[in-house]
């Protein structure tokens, strides 16, 4: 069993930075795969970013490329997402989630992820 818990979401202006974290219970962190995901007012929840286990493979949803940075500290049971030049379409609650079972070639969105944090809000206001 893993237990997530987001933090760093708030109200941000357009074209200005957050730092999201979410940190894990549990000994085997590093023998999953993290990803972020988003769902803003009326709409599905969708990918934002992943990465595997290690550390040494990411990837973004062509929204978020070249603005998200997806990185892990194994050694602090932390996933954290780097988000800049957020725009007002960028508001949404942010998911972390953890994936036990999925090959490291998987695609995200495709992984049925195992466990699920409650949510941070993020707000960009134009």
């Known amino acids: 069993q893993v237990q997530l818990v987001e933090s760093g979401g708030g109200l941000v202006q357009t074209g200005g930075s957050l730092r999201l974290s979410c940190a894990a219970s549990g000994r085997t962190f590093s023998s999953y795969r993290m990803g972020w995901f988003r769902q803003a007012p009326g709409k599905e929840r969708e990918f934002v970013a992943g990465?595997?286990?290690?550390?040494?493979?990411?990837s973004y949803a062509d929204s978020v490329k070249g603005r998200f940075t997806i990185s892990r500290e194994n050694a602090k049971n932390t996933v954290y997402l780097q988000m800049n030049s957020l725009k007002p379409e960028d508001t949404a609650v942010y998911y972390c989630?953890?994936?036990?079972?999925?090959?490291?070639?998987?695609?995200?969105?495709?992984?049925?992820?195992?466990?699920w944090g409650q949510g941070t809000q993020v707000t960009v206001s134009s």
């Open positions: 989630a953890a994936d036990r079972l999925g090959g490291e070639l998987t695609p995200f969105e495709q992984a049925p992820m195992d466990y």
């Open positions: 990465i595997s286990r290690a550390g040494g493979r990411t």
